[in-house]
């Protein structure tokens, strides 16, 4: 009972005789992240968890400020050390 090989040029659904289109990548990329990508509509109240209510700009805006590099490095320089002198002071 030998198994045999498919071809050196083709694979095992091409040597078995199968009538099936072969996949052809360049679609199948365009729809992924190409020109043809549908845009996703996600909503917070369809992916679970707590349903909150929608952001008002204002907040987006704090958000935003909070989450930049510029104010994680300034609470970092000032923030942190100056936490560290308070607890000092205190024991």
Do not use: N, W
Request: hydrophobic content about 40%; overall charge negative.
């Amino acid at each position: 009972m030998a198994a045999t090989a498919p071809s050196a040029g083709g694979s095992a659904p091409e040597a078995a005789g199968s009538a099936e289109v072969p996949l052809q990548y360049s679609l199948l990329l365009q729809h992924l992240v190409g020109d043809k990508r549908q845009p996703r509509v996600l909503e917070p109240g369809s992916l679970g968890g707590i349903p909150s209510p929608a952001k008002s700009e204002e907040q987006k805006m704090i958000e935003k400020a909070m989450e930049s590099c510029a104010f994680k490095a300034a609470l970092a320089c000032v923030g942190v050390p100056g936490k560290i002198r308070l607890e000092e002071q205190c024991h």
